[in-house]
């Protein structure tokens, strides 16, 4: 079984925010393969299907970002999971925009629902892929501070932004198949 996490935050006015690509990525997905958020469980709505014999559960967890862990902790001790069945989709601010990378462990980069996910489940173990978002524009003075960071990836893509972003949802899809149906190697070389 593999558990499927996109990040982002619960809500209406979260949807098309820069921070909630993992829930754009993951509500493509499960369109793709007729999976359905019906359930809500460990702080979570989720879907359960299998793909080409492997079950999987999909999960968008409802912790709001900073907590991601605490949903994913509760999903992984009630489904028996091993962090390398764990997938998470995600935003990163080092990635320029719609660019996709895989990777399994590694630090969280300053993403505080990676961060979050790592404290409560243990370990930096788990595979992630990570959509890029580009960088809020800097000052003058060649730099930005925290809260430029939080209004940045709270704020909402520009239809170009979107259309740009299309190509990586898409790609996201194909990796997480990829990851489903042929393993961790296959799918970096692929993406990466």
Same mark, same amino acid.
């Given at each position: 079984?593999? &558990?499927?996490?996109? &990040?982002?935050?619960?809500? +209406? ?5 820069? #921070?909630?690509? !993992?829930?754009?990525?993951?509500? #493509?997905? @499960?369109?793709? #393969? ?6 809500? +469980? ?9 793909? /080409? ?7 968008? %967890? ?8 605490? @949903? $994913?902790?509760?999903?992984? +001790? ?5 962090? /390398?069945?764990?997938?998470?989709? #995600?935003? *990163?601010?080092? &990635? ?5 990378? =895989?990777?399994?462990?590694?630090? @969280? !980069? ?10 409560? =489940? !243990?370990?930096? /173990? ?7 978002? !580009?960088? %809020?524009?800097? *000052? ?12 940045? $990836? ?9 259309? +740009? ?10 990796? &997480?198949?990829?990851? =489903? ?12």
């Amino acid at each position: 079984m593999k &558990l499927i996490v996109g &990040l982002g935050n619960p809500g +209406q006015g979260y949807s098309n925010n820069r #921070h909630n690509i !993992g829930f754009m990525c993951l509500k #493509h997905f @499960s369109k793709e #393969h007729k999976i359905e958020f019906d359930k809500k +469980q460990a702080d979570a709505r989720i879907g359960r299907g299998n793909i /080409e014999g492997v079950d999987v559960v999909l999960a968008k %967890p409802q912790t709001y970002m900073n907590l991601s862990g605490k @949903s $994913v902790n509760r999903l992984m +001790q009630k489904y028996k999971l091993k962090p /390398e069945d764990i997938i998470v989709v #995600h935003d *990163d601010m080092d &990635l320029p925009l719609g660019k996709v990378r =895989i990777r399994m462990g590694g630090s @969280s !980069g300053g993403h505080k629902g990676i961060n979050s996910i790592i404290a409560l =489940i !243990g370990t930096r /173990e788990f595979i992630r892929i990570k959509v890029g978002i !580009g960088r %809020p524009e800097k *000052d003058e003075e060649d730099r930005f501070y925290d809260r430029d960071i939080v209004d940045y $990836v709270l704020s909402n893509f520009s239809r170009d932004e979107k259309r +740009q972003l299309e190509p990586a949802i898409e790609k996201v899809s194909n990796a &997480l198949l990829c990851l =489903i149906t042929e393993g961790l190697e296959p799918a970096m070389n692929k993406c990466n």
